[in-house]
């Protein structure tokens, strides 16, 4: 299983989302997200409630978050129910922009 990792720069964040295989399993997927700025400051941006999983209609929340540093550079490992693809992560509300969304049609 490959690694995907997916890049977005919006609003003066860049944002890199990150599937990883080998700390998934039958139940979980396991995503490291990367927000990387530098003039926004990212404190408020909340790891376990601004980030979801999107699949027809149905809004998936993280089962567990463990974010790390501050400010202008945070990311966390962010654990979701598994479901198959296609889906979509959804970060909400970070520096001005509504949604970025990250799409996931090809993961095991």
């Known amino acids: ?47 376990s409630k601004d980030i979801v999983l999107e699949k027809e209609g149905f809004v998936n929340i993280p089962i567990k978050s463990s974010p790390s540093g501050s400010n202008h550079h945070r990311k966390a490992e962010v654990i979701f129910k598994r479901v198959n693809p296609p889906y979509s992560l959804v970060l909400i509300n970070l520096s001005g922009i509504q949604r970025r969304e990250f799409q996931f049609t090809n993961i095991e």
Not at 21 to 33: G, L, R, V
Not at 34 to 41: A, P, Q, Y
């Open 1 to 47: 299983e490959k690694t995907i990792k997916l890049e977005k720069e919006e609003g003066d964040v860049d944002v890199v989302v990150e599937y990883l295989p080998e700390k998934s399993d039958e139940n979980n997927m396991d995503f490291e997200i990367s927000l990387d700025t530098h003039n926004v400051d990212l404190s408020s941006f909340d790891f």
